[in-house]
């Protein structure tokens, strides 16, 4: 699935065929904040693989046993998708992200992760969306994934999802003033040590970063925000391993899922799914997901 491998890399997978118009699932966060202090201590990285390798995302405990993300970090899954919360995963490869048993070190598996897993990581069962649009329909996106866990979580507080219709009060005037806080596990955006000497997204380290967003356009399905750490009104955006992070509202409240950005070194605009529309939480609720009182 081109789109997943451009949205989540893991390890060493080349950033193939990334568009530089068209969205383009997202995938660190582009300036931003490394969170070793545990603030989003409810964000987790998740691991997987599908029929064409392995794969991470970002995800959020938004129950103890489960995590909201991205519908194109869950559709397609083979076996069970991993979850782990500690803010720092690795620094270089060969990352530690665990690996299936029949995966020879290409990142390849024909049955994905299955039984007990490695220490620090929770196991679960993704779940798509029904109405998932696989970025085809900006009218019906739906980008929109969860995964249950197979034990709890203690220890963790679940984040806030949104009440209905949370982000109509931020249409303009008031979106292009407003800071949106986004959260994740992507590729961090520097300059490379080798090769051409400019900024590009980077595959390691592996670890939480989160920073402020500024609100650009508001539709019935998605939040845009411009994920350029050079705007002087926020830090930053979300790159390719950010998907499926959430985006917290000036209030708190967990208010989209980070879905997709429009170019190759992550300095333009980011499309976050909502997560305050009733099409996604009429769908959270058979999981017993239901927005904060």
């Given at each position: 699935m081109?789109?997943r491998?451009n949205?989540v890399?893991?390890g060493l997978v080349?950033?193939?065929?990334?568009?530089?118009?068209?969205p383009?699932?997202a995938g660190?966060?582009t300036?931003?904040?490394?969170d070793?202090?545990?603030?989003y201590?409810?964000?987790?990285?998740?691991?997987?693989?599908d029929?064409?390798?392995?794969?991470?995302?970002?995800a959020?405990?938004?129950t103890?046993?489960?995590?909201?993300?991205?519908?194109?970090c869950?559709?397609?899954?083979?076996?069970?998708?991993l979850?782990?919360?500690?803010?720092?995963?690795?620094d270089?490869?060969?990352?530690a992200l665990p690996?299936a048993a029949?995966?020879?070190?290409?990142?390849?598996?024909?049955i994905?992760?299955?039984g007990i897993?490695?220490?620090?990581?929770y196991?679960?069962?993704a779940?798509t969306?029904?109405?998932y649009?696989?970025?085809t329909?900006?009218?019906?996106?739906n980008d929109?994934?969860?995964?249950v866990?197979?034990?709890?979580?203690?220890?963790?507080?679940?984040?806030?999802?949104?009440?209905?219709?949370q982000?109509?009060?931020?249409?303009q005037p008031?979106?292009?003033k407003?800071?949106?806080?986004?959260v994740?596990y992507?590729?961090?955006?520097?300059?490379?040590?080798?090769?051409?000497?400019?900024?590009?997204p980077q595959?390691y380290?592996?670890q939480?970063?989160y920073?402020?967003?500024?609100?650009q356009?508001l539709?019935p399905?998605?939040?845009q925000?411009?994920?350029?750490?050079?705007d002087?009104?926020?830090?930053g955006?979300s790159?390719?391993g950010?998907?499926?992070g959430p985006?917290?509202?000036?209030?708190?409240?967990l208010v989209?899922v980070?879905?997709?950005?429009?170019t190759a070194?992550c300095?333009?605009?980011?499309?976050?799914q909502r997560?305050?529309?009733a099409v996604?939480?009429d769908w959270?609720?058979?999981?017993?997901?239901?927005?904060?009182?």
């Open positions: 081109r789109k491998l949205a890399l893991v080349a950033m193939l065929g990334v568009g530089l118009v068209a383009t699932p660190a966060i300036g931003g904040i490394v070793s202090t545990n603030i201590d409810n964000v987790g990285i998740i691991a997987f693989y029929a064409t390798g392995r794969y991470r995302c970002s959020t405990l938004v103890p046993t489960v995590l909201l993300t991205a519908a194109h869950t559709a397609g899954t083979l076996g069970d998708t979850v782990n919360f500690d803010w720092f995963i690795d270089a490869p060969p990352s690996r029949d995966d020879a070190g290409d990142g390849i598996s024909k994905g992760y299955r897993p490695a220490a620090g990581w196991s679960g069962t779940y969306h029904p109405e649009s696989d970025f329909d900006m009218g019906n996106w929109v994934g969860v995964v866990l197979d034990q709890p979580v203690v220890g963790i507080d679940p984040a806030p999802l949104a009440p209905l219709n982000l109509e009060q931020y249409r008031a979106l292009n407003t800071l949106f806080t986004v994740g992507g590729t961090e955006v520097r300059q490379a040590t080798e090769g051409p000497q400019k900024p590009t595959s380290p592996i939480r970063r920073t402020d967003t500024v609100g356009k539709t399905q998605i939040l925000v411009n994920g350029n750490e050079h002087n009104r926020g830090g955006g790159c390719f950010d998907s499926g985006t917290f509202d000036p209030a708190g409240y989209t980070t879905s997709y950005g429009y070194n300095r333009y605009i980011d499309g976050l997560v305050d529309i996604v939480q959270l609720a058979e999981f017993g997901v239901y927005p904060a009182a």
